[in-house]
């Protein structure tokens, strides 16, 4: 059993959405999930997306990848007709949509962290418990990517539906901003530049069919083109990462640690925030401070000391958003109406098994072989992060 109060950024929006879903959630409450959950295409999408962008295969033929994704998927839905049906629409979509706007190397795909949550009172201190056990915040982000200025992001994948949010609201999501605030704890020395949401809907119409087939994007954004010797001998010049299925030729003997100790020469004008849109897709850049990832911090650590205060009321905050997808509706309701939840909660749920961070998953645990390659771990004082 984990001796540490392990927080994760779902513990942490549901006790900002609403308490009481929380409570019933999460590992330091009562730690239950429903027995039976249907399946999730979202969480499909993001697995079988981890296949797609795994570094080690970035520069294979499509030919070969593509047939893997979509097994991926299959595994992950199997008896489900519909959702396949939809979710390879969808990738068919996705295929065509992104070598023209992957703009980026991938480095990890689906890396846990596990960091410990700075004290409110005293940051460079641990938060600790009642009874002195270290408080911790776990979880993992989706895809962490190098760009041509060799700046790192964060990659988060959404499937939504209905419209798209504002920029502005996406750009202001507190759990992308302390993913980065964490990943920068879990590997010291290592600085994300932002995030970039990697959004798809599946209401879009069919996919292309232009004669250019998935590389039509490409005519409209175009990578630099490879100057003089370096080009004609297959060897990338520094700020510029390997583009998907093209051969990586010398940009694979790029030096594992190069990385770390070259300056990310990003625009000195770049927007804070860039947007990318196609049928069905969009991706929102966001560049993120430095003040900005310290606040991150701040407000992690004040969230985190906050479900741990006695006598922590857990009200429940019932609106249209939060109470039709929430999983624990029916004990709600009951205790809403005045009922014990007891006889529900035995007879629909359980007690969720123990978390822990996976070693060897696919992605989780290999770095990139060229402009992805491995950080050095430096060594760095005690403190939160460590």
Not at 38 to 46: F, K, T, V
Not at 287 to 301: M, Q, T, V
């Amino acid at each position: 059993m984990d001796p540490a109060c392990v927080i994760s950024p779902a513990d942490r929006a549901s006790f900002r959405r609403c308490r009481r879903q929380w409570d019933f959630a999460a590992r330091p409450r009562r730690n239950l999930e429903p027995l039976a959950t249907g399946p999730d295409l979202d969480r499909a999408i993001r697995d079988t997306l981890a296949v797609y962008y795994f570094p080690g295969m970035w520069d294979w033929d499509r030919s070969i990848t593509q047939p893997l994704v979509v097994q991926g998927l299959e595994r992950a839905l199997a008896g489900q007709r519909e959702l396949l049906a939809a979710g390879r629409r969808l990738l068919d979509r996705y295929f065509s949509w992104a070598p023209g706007m992957d703009r980026f190397s991938p480095v990890l795909v689906e890396p846990e962290y596990d960091v410990l949550v700075p004290d409110p009172g005293e940051p460079s201190s641990g938060l600790v418990t009642a009874t002195g056990a270290a408080v911790r915040y776990r979880g993992r982000i989706d895809l962490l990517a190098v760009d041509q200025y060799d700046a790192y992001w964060i990659v988060r994948h959404r499937l939504v539906t209905g419209g798209w949010r504002p920029a502005a609201e996406v750009a202001d999501d507190a759990e992308a901003v302390a993913a980065c605030w964490a990943w920068e704890q879990f590997y010291l020395g290592m600085t994300i530049t932002g995030t970039v949401s990697n959004e798809f809907r599946l209401d879009a119409g069919p996919p292309p069919r232009s004669g250019a087939g998935d590389r039509s994007g490409w005519a409209r954004r175009p990578w630099p083109r490879l100057p003089g010797l370096a080009g004609r001998l297959g060897r990338r010049p520094a700020g510029r990462p390997v583009r998907q299925h093209e051969p990586s030729g010398g940009g694979r003997s790029v030096p594992q640690h190069r990385r770390m100790y070259a300056r990310a020469r990003a625009p000195g004008a770049a927007d804070r925030v860039t947007v990318q849109a196609g049928p069905g897709f969009r991706r929102i850049w966001v560049r993120r401070s430095r003040a900005e990832i310290d606040a991150a911090a701040r407000g992690l650590a004040a969230d985190a000391a906050s479900m741990l205060a006695a006598g922590l009321a857990v009200p429940p905050s019932p609106s249209d958003e939060n109470c039709p997808p929430c999983p624990f509706r029916g004990p709600c309701q009951a205790m809403l109406a005045g009922h014990d939840p007891g006889p529900l909660l035995r007879m629909a749920y359980r007690q969720r098994p123990p978390d822990s961070l996976e070693e060897g998953r696919l992605g989780g645990g290999a770095w990139g072989m060229g402009r992805g390659a491995a950080p050095p771990r430096f060594p760095g004082p005690p403190g939160p992060g460590r």
